[in-house]
């Protein structure tokens, strides 16, 4: 009854708040209030809410909050947000809270403090639902059983069957640990370690078939982080907690030191049962980083040649934090780095298409989007793929110490800039800001930036939390929708037995193509022209069939046009020639004569001509004789007889 109560408390307070998004740069949407700093901020997006943490010093220990916008930019909870912590903690907070999403749309949020004992930091996680419903309960569950675990670098994932697995890292051993709860937070097995090896930075993967893939970094040696090599590996486990492969796959093997707040590693799901990863190798603190991507299968196998692949070509600058996005329509991925000098007085943005396997799409080397000479900076990019074959590049660019703009950039599939402005500044007010967030890719309509504001701050280490809405038309603000207009001048050519061209006029380059035959699901394409001849050669198809296709425009701004439609028929090929003895079918008079001796229900006739292409239809509809008229432009021909009940008989004839 509490809950519920609470819950519609919630949605009262926000019919009341009637909050839109900003469409002015120069303002954007307010997340927290003025005089009330954040740090840490955590942002995920559904097509039904937007969930948002962040941590305040305010009011005394350090405080976690949480706030859910619903569609219209609304906020759930009254400013700032819902307290779910205010105990002892310590302050590396950033590895030690975490913010996910499951299947149903519900946000887990775990939270690390010592409530439990009042010393040692202690996990407690919440399942909360769009509209609020703490659904855990308002205080949430004990995660580990044993108060002694100092924990990190918390993971979750959720299994096909509903369960959720946990994994962290415990600071007082150096191992990792794993759990599962079941979707009413029961306990389903209980936490586990992985290794008596030395571990840290667990990642975790839904691998279908209730199983789970573990992702994580093993040390082998003493001393100092960077006196030692690191490992990359990743492991299997059933739905039960048991491991599914007999050995770890190793990835990778390094002298990268692993920054605070694992920040060098970027995973993401295939969606197949396997993952994505990106990372960036310091080479023992030699000031030459490169950065890689591996695409693990999974059966444990690499997509690519080799297990990973080094991502850039150049020879002279340093690489740094590759980000990831899969295109899981296409089987190709997209990737965001950055890349510097020696000194880090020079920086430039890049951005490379990959397919699954790892093949380059875009130009070798990356894309340069960007470059910045100190005391400008570039820092924080994201890429996140959308509809279409197309992908939204974010980063911040500063101009000097006080003041940074935030950019998005949309691609086509072929690297070309789909925005007639290539870049768009989101923040163009003069303050500093950082930690730029980016959504996926909501309702297929816009995304979401988030990111710390110093606006309203005498210091640059106070910050607020802002958030804009951006469109795919790349207005700012509630979307205006601009007219799309229909493809024209349909026309279909070429057809042969087993394909045909089908040519079109349209004002775009990007369309939806679509084919199929009778009562069959449509066969979908995406077609990029380049705008002055708009075709698409159809492959594979089936001799002497009916086909009908559909095309529509996808506009520069992302709307689509309606539908225009039409039908083509392809040849019959002469070797699988057949006959009858009751229907007579010759030349005379101009004319192609068929006697029906036995009165057979004739459908339709088709004339095609020697090298397939059709001629004529003639529609029958009866049992008599027919006369169809013919130009005498060919010497053979070929007579398509459709009867009743689907029987089809073909008759060659020669024209004299």
Not at 365 to 374: H, M, P, S
Not at 433 to 444: A, F, G, K, M, P
Not at 609 to 615: C, D, Y
Not at 632 to 647: L, P, Q, R, W
Request: charged share 15%; net charge negative.
């Amino acid at each position: 009854m509490k809950n519920t109560f609470f819950t519609l408390l919630l949605v009262i307070i926000s019919f009341t708040t009637m909050a839109q998004w900003e469409s002015d740069p120069a303002i954007n949407n307010r997340i927290t209030p003025q005089n009330f700093p954040i740090y840490d901020s955590k942002m995920i997006a559904t097509d039904q809410a937007t969930y948002i943490a962040f941590n305040s010093p305010l009011p005394g220990p350090i405080g976690y909050y949480f706030q859910i916008l619903n569609n219209d930019g609304e906020k759930i909870f009254p400013d700032p947000g819902l307290l779910l912590c205010s105990e002892s903690n310590i302050t590396f907070t950033v590895v030690n809270d975490f913010l996910y999403v499951d299947d149903d749309g519900n946000a887990i949020v775990t939270v690390a403090d010592t409530r439990y004992d009042g010393a040692n930091l202690n996990y407690t996680v919440y399942k909360i639902a769009p509209d609020g419903m703490m659904l855990w309960g308002e205080n949430g569950l004990q995660l580990v059983s044993n108060t002694g675990y100092a924990g990190a670098n918390i993971a979750i994932t959720q299994l096909d069957n509903g369960n959720y697995v946990f994994a962290w890292q415990n600071m007082s051993n150096s191992l990792v640990y794993i759990k599962c709860l079941a979707n009413d937070g029961t306990q389903v097995w209980a936490e586990q370690s992985i290794s008596t090896t030395l571990c840290s930075y667990p990642f975790l993967i839904n691998a279908k078939n209730d199983e789970f893939i573990l992702i994580f970094s093993q040390r082998n040696g003493s001393g100092m982080p960077w006196s030692r090599y690191s490992h990359l590996k990743c492991r299997k486990y059933n739905g039960d907690g048991s491991a599914a492969w007999t050995n770890d796959v190793t990835i990778y093997t390094g002298g990268y030191t692993i920054p605070a707040l694992a920040g060098i590693f970027d995973v993401q799901a295939d969606l197949q049962g396997g993952f994505f990863i990106g990372w960036y190798d310091a080479h023992a603190v030699t000031n030459r980083e490169d950065a890689y991507v591996a695409h693990i299968l999974n059966d444990g196998t690499s997509a690519f040649p080799e297990m990973a692949l080094r991502i850039g070509n150049s020879s002279i600058y340093r690489a740094f934090r590759p980000k990831i996005s899969p295109d899981t329509y296409t089987n190709n991925f997209y990737v965001s780095w950055q890349e510097s000098n020696a000194s880090q007085s020079y920086k430039r943005q890049l951005i490379q298409k990959l397919s699954y396997s790892g093949v380059e799409q875009w130009t070798e080397g990356g894309l340069l989007i960007d470059e910045a000479n100190t005391p400008s900076n570039l820092e924080f990019s994201s890429v996140q793929s959308t509809d279409n074959n197309r992908c939204a590049l974010f980063y911040m660019k500063s101009t000097g110490y006080t003041s940074v703009d935030s950019y998005i950039s949309l691609f086509n599939g072929d690297g070309t800039y789909a925005w007639e402005q290539e870049k768009i500044n989101f923040t163009t007010s003069p303050y500093w800001r950082s930690s730029l967030n980016s959504s996926r890719y909501i309702n297929n309509s816009y995304w979401l930036a988030m990111w710390d504001d110093n606006r309203g701050y005498s210091s640059l280490d106070d910050k607020s939390l802002f958030v804009q809405r951006i469109n795919l038309n790349g207005s700012l603000g509630e979307n205006v929708l601009i007219p799309c207009d229909a493809p024209t001048n349909n026309l279909v050519s070429n057809i042969s037995f087993t394909s045909a061209h089908v040519y079109w006029l349209g004002n775009t380059t990007s369309y939806i193509f679509e084919y199929k035959t009778g009562n069959e699901e449509w066969i979908s394409q995406n077609v990029i022209t380049n705008g002055l001849t708009n075709e698409i050669e159809l492959t594979d198809l089936l001799q002497g069939t009916q086909y009908v296709y559909r095309i529509k425009s996808i506009c520069p701004f992302g709307e689509q046009s309606e539908w225009i439609e039409g039908e083509f028929t392809t040849a019959v090929n002469a070797l699988n020639e057949l006959t009858t003895n009751s229907l007579h079918v010759y030349y005379a008079d101009n004319s192609i004569k068929i006697n029906n001796s036995d009165h057979k229900w004739i459908e339709s006739v088709k004339i095609y001509n020697a090298t397939g292409s059709l001629l004529s239809t003639t529609v029958a509809h009866h049992h008599n004789n027919l006369s169809i008229p013919v130009t005498k432009v060919t010497a053979m021909v070929f007579v398509v007889i459709s009867e009743k009940d689907n029987k089809v008989y073909t008759a060659k004839v020669v024209i004299q």
